[in-house]
Structure formats: structure tokens, C-alpha cells
């Protein structure tokens, strides 16, 4: 037994002694459980298999393309710029149409905004971009809808033109009857009619009482 | 003459070479293990049932020895052969599949170590290796008492030694191998191995009648 020991090169070298290796091999014959085979196998089959079917392969893909078409149409969406049919605007009598019905002051006054800005002084080549750009949307200004993080210049542009309409009629004067026609009565009732001839029937009412109490003696008719 | 004397001494080396080698089959088909494991990945079933084939006993022993307790063992076996199958989508052939799976059970040991403190105290008896009295008669002969000092003498290494001479033995590891496995520069393990052998040879050669 002694005789099978290594020369002290071999040991060295990393090798081990042969003695010791063929003992160690008569001894090692310790084999993996076959449960535990069993179950590695098993482990290691499902692993392998594909985690879809073939049958449902395709979904995917398919799931992948949806969600990008619907992404694109959606951006596209929001992006366009919505194109009303409610207003045009003709550069030759510099006068803007409002096809929706009159519904008050602000058609008016909007109205007259847009005249001013399209009117005959306006230069060219300003009143050919409002052109290009026309039809205009006037429903979404009047109604004061949400502001679309999408609009255009244009938009806004159209939106602030409508605001500073809307602070002028808060500030329109509560008598529009000069001093010269107040100094007589029979002046100042003909501003009366003429307010409310207008329309502007409260002020009318206004200014009647005032004049009832400036001049007590007149009989209103 | 001499010439001759000295052919024959390599022949014979390395006839002893391959005689070792043949213990460790994984030794000469390094290429095809990474093969077969690359086989796997792409979903070959079957060549992972090749590689398991080649390696689980010897894996098996080698934690068998180094936890000296069948049950652990079997768990860090478990353990090893799975972490080996999730791992085989980002495998990739850079060194011997020996050496990576030998890395993934030294690894996997201590955590195993780490979650078992009483590690050292469970080892205190191995079943199997205790003499059945029905084989007394045989256990009087003298190489079944070296073979009983010899894994008495492994139990007793300690445990940097028995891990080097486990891969050397069962992995059929070099030198450079073991280190990359432990993480030890490569003339420590040669160290290690060394100590152990020459403890497990004294443990061999000891007298008959001598506990």
C-alpha cells in the first residue's frame, strides 16, 4: 500500500496523491437520489417549453401592433385642427359672415371686432393669411370652451380678441345720454326711444327714472 | 536507451493521468458541455438531460461530502440544478461548464452555511458511512479500514482543504480551476490540496487496530 505513494513532483504540481485518489473512489459511491432526478428533469422540461401556445402566438404581436396604431391615431387626432363651418371670411368686402344665429351683444361685438381686424386697411398679405387660415372658430370662443393644449396661434390669437370684447361690454357707460340731451326733457325722452329702439331697454328704464326725478313736472308719455 | 526509458515513463504518466481522469468524465468533453448547454438554452431538452447525466452524481458526492448531511445536500442539490437551468438564457460558453457549475454549488454551500449556522453540528454523524456490525468480518481487512479512516480523515479536514480536494476529486478540476471556484489564488489551493492530501494519506497508512 505504502508503495503506491506519489513522488513529491506529482503532489507539487497540484496532482493528488494516487493512493488517496483510488480509496477515495472505492468509497464514493454516493449517486444522486432518483427523486431528485426526477424532479430536476421535470424542473429543467418546463422550463424549456415555450411560455405561449401556438395557438395564442399571435396575440402579441397582434396586442403590439393595436397599441401602436391606436397610439398614432390618437396623436394624429389631437393634433388636427378642427375646422367648424360656422364663420368665412370674404377679403373682398371686408366683412366677416357668422353663419350660427345673432344671439346678443357679444354677436356684435364680436362681429365688429372682426370687421376692425379684416377690414380694408388691414395690409395684404395679413388679410390673405387670415384667409388661408379661415373658416375661423367663433362657437368655441363665444361659449368660452376649455382651452385645448392644442390649439393654434389663430386660437389664441381669436380667443384674446374675444376676451377684450367681453371687458369692453363690462365697461360700456350706464347712461349713454349726453349732458346737452339731458338739459330738456323732451331731448332726453328722445334718447329714451332711442335706447330702446336699440334694444338696451334697462338702460332705457334707467334713464326714465332719472328723468322723472330731474324733472317731476313732466309727464311721460 | 534512455530515450526510450523516458517515452515510456510519459506513457505510463500518462496512462496514470487518464486513468484519473476517467473518474471526472467531464474533464475531456469541456466543449461539449457548453455545447450541450447551449443546446439547452435554444430548448433542447434532451441535451440537458445529457449534461445532467454527466455531472449529478459527482455534484451530488461533492456536496454530500462538504455538507456531511444527506438531507442539505439534496437541498443545495436542488438548488444548484435549478439556479443552472434559469441561468441558461444568458449563458454564454466563457469558461468550462464545469467550472461555472462547480462556482454555482461552492456558492450556493455557503450560502447554505450562512443560513445554518448549526452547520458545523449537524455533521457530527453520517449514517452512511458508519460500519454496519453485519460487515465487521469485511471491516477487519486492511483497505476496508483505510477506506473508513479515509472518510473519517475527510470529515475532519477542514472545510477549505475538503472543498479543494472534493473538486479536485470529484469535478476532476486543475489547480487554476479550483481557484477560480473558491476565489483562492492559485498557489493557496495549491496549498490546500497538498495538506489535504498528505492528512488523507497519513490517515491511510495508519496501522491496523489504530483508531
Redesign the interface.
Known sequence: MTTERNTPESVASGDSDALVTRTYREVADQCAPEHLNRAILEEATNAARPRYSRLIAWTRPMAWAATAILSVALVLELSKVPTPELGTFERDSGKFEVASPKTGLADDATTELLEESGSPAMPPGRASNADAEAPIQIESMKSGAKQSPFESGLEKRQRSGLQKVRVEEQNLPAASCSEEMTAAPATWLECIEDLETAGRAEEANQQRRQLQISFPDFELP | MVANVQIMTAVDLAL?RRT?LA?APTMDKVPEDSALMLR?RD???AA??LL?QRH??A???YL?RRCQHRDAA?DI??EV??KI??A?ENYRPTAKFTTFLYRVAHNCFIDHVRRNKRHTQIADVDP??QPDPADLPEMQT??SL??HR??EA?RQLPDEQRDV?LL???AGL??DQIAAVTGANRET??SR??YA??K??TA??EPVGTP
Open positions: 496514470s484519473e473518474y439547452y430548448g433542447d431538452v440537458f438531460e445532467y449529478n452524481d455534484l451530488y458526492r454530500f439534496e442539490f436542488q440544478w435549478g437551468i434559469k441558461r452512511d458511512n486492511e483497505r483505510a477506506r479515509l472518510i475527510l480536494f479536485r476529486e470529484e486543475s489547480l489551493t495549491k490540496l497538498r492530501t498528505n488523507l494519506r491511510i497508512d
